[in-house]
């Protein structure tokens, strides 16, 4: 679980950032989902992964995530278009606090897989035990 910095390739005409599978982010990219039009109050994820790895960005506006790996839980915020938070298998994920113009991307190393989804959070914590 980090936040990383992306390069901004940025001239007078606007900023770029690209970020490449296996090389900016320790992963190849299987697919890509994105979060937008979600209300403040509400809260998306809840929910951890046996095998997916997830790379978040706010692209735009801002929200925050908070990771849970069954010992501490830390909340990130993501502000920036070149910042992005690396979430890791069994690693329990809730964002909230949308802004209203958020748009969250997360890239993630596996195929759309319900059986891959740990969703209650008294099994997450057996996990541990
Ligand atoms: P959900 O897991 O509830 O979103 P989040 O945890 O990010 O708040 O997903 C909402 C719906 O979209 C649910 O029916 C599953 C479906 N879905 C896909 O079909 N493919 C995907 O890659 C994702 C992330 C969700």
């Known amino acids: 679980m980090s936040i990383v ?10 900023q770029l950032i690209a970020i490449e ?12 989902f994105y979060i937008y039009g979600a209300q403040p109050n509400t809260l998306r994820g809840q929910h951890a992964h046996h095998k ?7 692209v735009s506006g801002s929200c925050n ?3 849970d ?10 502000h920036q278009p070149d910042i992005g938070l690396l979430q890791e298998p069994l690693v329990w ?6 802004s209203h113009d958020c ?3 997360v890239l993630a190393s596996e195929h759309y897989e319900e ?6 959070y008294a099994h997450f914590q057996e996990m541990f035990k």
């Open 65 to 67: 995530v908070t990771l």
């Open 115 to 120: 059986n891959d989804y740990i969703r209650n």
């Open 5 to 14: 910095e992306h390069r901004v390739l940025g001239d007078h005409r606007g």
């Open 103 to 105: 748009v969250l991307v």
């Open 52 to 58: 997916t790895r997830q790379y978040l960005i706010a």
């Open 69 to 78: 790996d069954g010992k501490q839980r830390i909340t990130y915020s993501l």
């Open 21 to 32: 599978g296996a090389r900016d982010i320790p992963f190849e990219i299987k697919r890509i």
């Open 93 to 98: 994920g809730t964002m909230h606090d949308f």
